[in-house]
C-alpha cells in the first residue's frame, strides 16, 4: 500500500471515530441554540430576562458581557447563551474525547500495532488525528450558528441577529475547540490510557476556566486571565460590532498549533510495546 493511500485510510478511520460523538454533539448545539430562541420569545421578547437581569452582581454581567448588551435584545440573550456552561462543556467536550480516543486510545486498545505497521510516519498519524478532530469540531461549531439563525428565523426575529456576528463567534468558538483539542492531543501523546488524558486535560480546561472567571471579577487578579484561552473567547463584542477579532483568534490558533506540534514530537520519541 502506498503512504498517500495509507495515511487517506488511517484518516478515514480517525473521522469514523468521531462519526458519533461528533453528530451527536452537532445536534445537541443546534437544538440548544433554536431552544434559546424560544425562551426568549416566551420571556417576553426578553422582558422578564432583563428583570432578572438586574439582579445578576455587576462583576458577572461583565464577565457574560451583558452590562453593555441587556438580556432584553436577543443579541444580549444570545451572548449569554454561547457561553452558557452546558453549551461550553459540551462542545469542549468533544475535541477532548476525541483527542483522547484517536491516540491514547490507540494504546489502550491494542490497536495501534495495526496503524504502526502501515506506511505513514508517526507525525502523519497525530495530523491525521488532530485533522479529523478539526473537522468535526467546524461540524459542531457550525451547527449552533445554524440553530441560531435557523430560531431567529421561524420566530420572525431574523433583523434583530446579524449573521456576520454570528459568523464571527461561530469562528471564534471553532478556535477555542482547536485549542482545547490541542491540549488534548498532547496529553493523549503522552498517555497510555483515554481516562489519564482525559483527566489531565479536563484539569487544566477548568483551570484555566476559574482562572478567567477570577481575573473577571477580582480587580488585582485582572492581569491573570492573559493565561487562560478563555479570555479569548468573547461572543458578546461580537454583537457589539466594535471587537477586533484578530489578537484572539491569533493567540487560540498559536496555542492549536503549538500543542500540536509537541503532540507530534511527543508520539514520535514514544517507545511502544505492541
Avoid: K
Wanted: proline share 4%; glycine share 10%.
Amino acid at each position: 500500500m502506498s503512504a498517500p493511500r495509507a495515511i487517506g485510510r488511517l484518516f478515514l478511520h480517525h473521522l469514523r471515530r468521531g462519526l458519533l460523538p461528533g453528530l451527536v454533539v452537532a445536534a445537541a448545539a443546534f437544538g440548544f441554540h433554536m431552544l434559546v430562541v424560544r425562551i426568549y420569545v416566551a420571556l417576553g421578547s426578553g422582558a422578564e430576562a432583563q428583570v432578572f437581569g438586574r439582579h445578576i452582581p455587576q462583576a458577572l454581567r461583565q464577565f457574560l458581557g451583558i452590562d453593555r448588551l441587556p438580556l432584553n435584545t436577543l443579541a444580549g440573550f444570545m451572548s449569554v447563551a454561547w457561553q452558557h456552561p452546558f453549551l461550553l462543556a459540551a462542545l469542549l467536550a468533544l475535541p477532548i474525547a476525541l483527542t483522547a480516543s484517536l491516540l491514547a486510545g490507540e494504546v489502550e486498545r491494542r490497536t495501534l500495532s495495526l496503524i504502526l505497521s502501515r506506511p505513514v510516519g508517526r507525525v502523519a498519524q497525530v495530523v491525521s488525528a488532530a485533522t479529523a478532530v478539526a473537522v468535526w469540531c467546524a461540524v459542531a461549531a457550525g451547527a449552533g450558528a445554524a440553530g441560531s439563525l435557523a430560531g431567529a428565523g421561524l420566530m420572525g426575529l431574523s433583523a434583530q441577529v446579524s449573521p456576520g456576528a454570528v459568523a464571527g463567534i461561530t469562528f471564534n468558538l471553532f478556535t477555542l475547540m482547536l485549542a482545547v483539542g490541542g491540549i488534548g492531543l498532547l496529553f493523549s501523546a503522552a498517555s497510555s490510557e483515554q481516562t489519564d488524558a482525559v483527566g489531565w486535560t479536563v484539569t487544566i480546561i477548568l483551570l484555566m476556566y476559574v482562572l478567567n472567571f477570577t481575573a473577571q471579577v477580582w480587580p488585582a487578579a485582572a492581569g491573570w486571565g492573559d493565561a487562560s484561552l478563555f479570555r479569548y473567547y468573547a461572543p458578546s463584542r461580537y454583537f457589539l460590532g466594535t471587537h477586533d477579532p484578530a489578537r484572539d483568534l491569533m493567540v487560540l490558533a498559536a496555542s492549536a498549533l503549538v500543542t500540536a506540534a509537541f503532540a507530534a514530537a511527543v508520539w514520535r520519541m514514544r517507545d511502544f510495546t505492541v
